[in-house]
């Protein structure tokens, strides 16, 4: 399927990136497996936090930072912007959802004990050296975009990405007998 993208250009401004490499621990389990999870270990592939610092003409800022982590937490983001000095309010940290990265991170008491297997030292107490790690490592790559602004472009672009996503379960989908509709013309799993 050939398919063009639509482009506008909004605006000029000023804008960084970076890409931080995120330690990975040997000892700590991966996050989003519950109780059940096992130990990760550093493999070939890097997880990063990908970071863009945006400053319009006016001087208004925002930075999105995307960590390769099963989400963000508050207190991992509390570390970045402490690290940082950026307003909270001009921050934003999200999460790819990735599984195989570590956990532990968490402030949330319900997610140390259940994000990943657990550690009788995080039952009770967010282990804050490693908050303090990670969020070093994440607050290192949002000022390395902040010191490589430069002029550029915003603007806003469209296209249709096909194929991009896949269903991990598809024997589960097939038995779905609602899943014939989601591939009718005019539904979202039509060029599925």
């Known amino acids: 399927m050939a398919t063009s993208i639509t482009w506008a250009s909004v605006g000029t ?3 960084g990136t970076s890409e931080q490499p995120l330690p990975l621990p040997d000892d700590y389990g991966m996050a989003g497996y519950s109780l059940g999870g096992k130990k990760g270990h550093a493999g070939s592939q890097t997880l990063y936090a990908r970071t863009l ?10 930075t999105l930072c995307i960590v390769d982590l099963m989400c963000p937490s508050l207190a991992l983001f509390e570390a970045v912007v402490a690290k940082t000095g950026i307003p909270a309010e001009r921050l934003i940290l999200a999460g790819t959802h990735t599984h195989t990265a570590p956990g532990h991170f968490y402030g949330n008491s319900f997610y140390r004990v259940f994000a990943q297997p657990l550690r009788p030292d995080a039952v009770f107490e967010p282990n804050l050296a ?8 994440i607050a290192a790559g949002v000022s390395a975009a902040w010191t490589s602004l430069r002029p550029g472009v915003v603007g806003v672009g469209r296209a249709d990405c096909y194929g991009v996503a896949r269903n991990r379960s598809e024997a589960p989908f097939a038995s779905n007998p609602e899943a014939t509709a989601w591939s009718a013309p005019g539904m979202p799993g039509e060029h599925a």
């Open 13 to 15: 401004l000023e804008f």
């Open 53 to 62: 610092a945006l400053k319009d003409a006016g001087g208004e800022e925002a």
């Open 130 to 137: 490693w908050i303090d790690e990670l969020g070093a490592a």
